[in-house]
């Protein structure tokens, strides 16, 4: 069985259409081929003749003048005038199997992590089509992620779509290493997208470590390697994570990070000659982001929650890649520089932050106490400069005094070390006691004549109690 196993997978590399053109000019990333009538997304290779024969794998892009325009996945070095690029009459595909788990793959799913090769059980296309809006599951299971300030007042569930925003070097990858660990799902699907070389290592040893990595996959492109492979990268990690999720699985996809991707779809566009928009952004990238991101999600048996990082520059809230990802996604988690700058980890801004199906997965008890937390920081955030100055007087907003008396407790909730563990269960126990409802603002005592033993006097209050003393109104229900 053995030797027909091989000979099926023989007759299954063959290629069974052979195309050929030649190579006539190289501008840049792209190198145009002459004779080669291809549609756009075939997966194409260049034979280099002045170099031994080197192959090079390529894809197409576009045209231009009756030339077909090829991105390659390595570097252009070598490639000639007049070397033969052949297509197969296939598109790019992913090889995908259960042995992947635990293993380090490059975009093209090749292993890279020195370990023996990963025999693919079945390969799938590299841009897979989303999932049809009405088969989809609603999301109505709550998820455990193991960080305590989003299992309680930035609560997920599977199937959910969250984008962590922040500027470079406020912890997203701590935060990224926190959810492969911890989070309830059997596999992770991890994409490292324009990282430094120096940082994969260390993601995946100090981060993520070998519980996390064992039920991982973790796909990797640097920041040297050409554009079309950090973009190949997220589509095969997102292919990966689809081929799991119909198999029933709870998947848990990572991409780190989406800016990236999508600078690498701008070097792309403007190397085909697209016309710059948007800080030099060319409208394939806002055609390519819904298409990544839409392709994630719950399935009609399996679901995918992910997690995308994006880099904002300047921390700037109204960056166009960040708006452009925020009307996509279910949600997203800012994380503050000036929170972190306090030793404040994670640096979870929750009144910047949001989980649009956050009411559809927790109970009310729950909401209630997340709203009344959200209140708190509210309250405290407004008065802070004051505070600071030592300008705040406490006996003028009784809430804003509870809210300040509150903010250590909440602060203790919030935080968290990266090596402290706490179940889901653990931090809504948490948030309950430091949420618990508030009980109505006492009648005021007058100030004025003998004093009564706690007894109420009897008659009228005098009208020139202020205003302010007066019995705080009950708070609101919110669900």
Request: with cysteine; net charge neutral.
């Amino acid at each position: 069985m053995t030797v027909f196993r091989r000979a099926i997978e023989s007759v299954r590399d063959l290629d069974p259409v052979r195309v050929t053109g030649r190579v006539r000019r190289v501008v840049g990333l792209v190198a145009e081929a002459e004779g080669l009538p291809l549609p756009v997304g075939g997966a194409c290779r260049i034979r280099c003749s002045q170099e031994s024969g080197r192959e090079l794998d390529a894809e197409v892009v576009g045209f231009r003048d009756g030339r077909t325009l090829l991105l390659p996945f390595g570097r252009l070095e070598g490639v000639a005038p007049g070397d033969r690029v052949t297509y197969s009459g296939s598109k790019l595909d992913v090889p995908v199997s259960r042995s992947m788990l635990g293993r380090v793959v490059d975009g093209r799913g090749v292993p890279i992590d020195g370990l023996s090769p990963i025999r693919a059980e079945v390969r799938v296309p590299a841009d897979g089509m989303p999932v049809a809006p009405m088969r989809r599951q609603r999301i109505t299971e709550p998820l455990g992620t193991g960080v305590r300030a989003i299992d309680t007042l930035l609560a997920c569930g599977k199937g959910q779509r969250m984008g962590i925003f922040a500027g470079s070097g406020v912890g997203k990858s701590t935060i990224l290493g926190m959810l492969a660990k911890r989070c309830d799902v059997p596999i992770s699907v991890i994409a490292l997208v324009g990282e430094r070389g120096r940082e994969v290592r260390e993601f995946i040893e100090r981060d993520l470590g070998p519980e996390g990595l064992e039920r991982s996959i973790v796909v990797v492109a640097t920041s040297d390697d050409p554009p079309v492979m950090r973009l190949r990268a997220a589509r095969t990690a997102t292919s990966i994570a689809e081929w799991f999720r119909d198999q029933g699985e709870d998947v848990l996809l990572l991409l780190d990070s989406l800016t990236r991707v999508a600078l690498a779809q701008r070097e792309v566009g403007l190397s085909a000659n697209e016309p710059p928009t948007t800080r030099g952004y060319p409208p394939s990238v806002f055609t390519l982001l819904p298409q990544l991101l839409e392709r994630t999600g719950s399935g009609e048996h399996g679901t995918i929650t992910s997690f995308y990082t994006v880099l904002v520059e300047g921390d700037d809230l109204h960056d166009p890649i960040g708006d452009a990802v925020r009307g996509i996604l279910d949600g997203h988690i800012w994380l503050s520089r000036r929170m972190a700058s306090r030793g404040h980890f994670p640096a979870i801004d929750i009144l910047e932050s949001v989980s649009r199906v956050m009411p559809e997965v927790v109970d009310e008890q729950h909401a209630v106490a997340a709203q009344q937390i959200k209140e708190d920081l509210a309250r405290a955030r407004d008065v802070e400069d004051l505070v600071q100055l030592g300008a705040y007087v406490r006996g003028q907003d009784a809430r804003t005094d509870g809210a300040l008396d509150r903010l250590p407790a909440i602060e203790a909730l919030l935080c968290q070390h990266a090596e402290e563990l706490s179940t889901r269960e653990e931090a809504i126990q948490m948030m309950h006691a430091v949420g618990a409802p508030r009980r109505k603002t006492p009648a005021p005592r007058i100030s004025s004549g003998p004093k009564t033993h706690g007894v109420r006097p009897e008659g009228p209050v005098s009208a020139a109690t202020p205003a302010n003393d007066a019995p705080m109104s009950a708070e609101r229900n919110v669900r």
